[in-house]
Structures are given as C-alpha cells and as structure tokens.
C-alpha cells in the first residue's frame, strides 16, 4: 500500500496550491482518506477528509471555506485544492487512509489512519 502526496512548494500569502494523494497497492473505495498537517514544533492536526464511498466530507473550522477535498476515483487519487493561503497554513501535508468504519461522517483522529504518505511541504510567505 502506497500513498504519494505532492504539489506542495513555495506561494505567496493569498495564493493558491493543488496537493495530490495518488493511492495504490489496494482499493480504497471504503476508506476514508484525509489530509493532516504539522508545523515544526506542533502537533499534526486534521486539516480535512471524505470518505471515499459516500463522499462524506469534513473540515477543520481554520480550512473552512478555503480548502476543498476532492476524490478521483478512476485516477484513485485525492485533492487538496487550498486558496486563500495564509502564513499559518504553512507545514508539511500528509495525506492518510484509514479503514471502513460504520462512521456516517469522515473520522478526525490521527490514530484512526492507518496508511500515511511521505508528506509534502506547503511555505506560504507574507
């Protein structure tokens, strides 16, 4: 199982990135798969998430309105659209799997993903 994230990089405050997480090794269709961040020095926080079945989504309160998750299944791919970036959205974005769950809506925790991807850097400059 491999999860590959990538499209982070350098962007100016206000612009505007597109993170991929291409999926590969099993399929995916029950999971959820969502996105975390983490700041040096700080916890890795929910950023968002969708399950990949219903399309159930969910977003941290600071990405609301900025962000949007997206899923490809032909491509067996998910997207983070991010605009509106600010200062405090910079960090390293890992994309994650977590396995089928009677949930209705996309689980939040960190401990419930199972598959992690290497992590793609986001510096957003003021």
């Known amino acids: 199982v491999q999860l590959q994230a990538s499209g982070g990089g350098p962007v100016q405050a206000g612009g505007s990135l597109r993170l991929s997480c291409a999926a590969s090794?099993?399929?995916?269709?029950?999971?959820?798969m969502g996105w975390f961040r983490q700041a040096p020095g700080k916890e890795r926080d929910f950023v968002a998430a969708i399950k990949w079945s219903s399309g159930s989504i969910l977003y941290a309160d600071s990405v609301k309105g900025r962000f949007t998750i997206s899923r490809d299944s032909a491509e067996n791919t998910v997207y983070l659209q991010m605009n509106s970036l600010k200062p405090d959205d910079a960090a390293v974005y890992y994309c994650?799997?977590?396995?089928?769950?009677?949930?209705?809506?996309?689980?939040?925790?960190?401990?419930?993903?199972?598959?992690w991807g290497q992590g793609t850097e986001v510096t957003v400059s003021s």
């Open positions: 994650a799997a977590a396995p089928p769950s009677s949930l209705g809506v996309p689980t939040t925790r960190v401990l419930s993903y199972n598959y």
């Open positions: 090794g099993r399929t995916f269709m029950w999971y959820t």
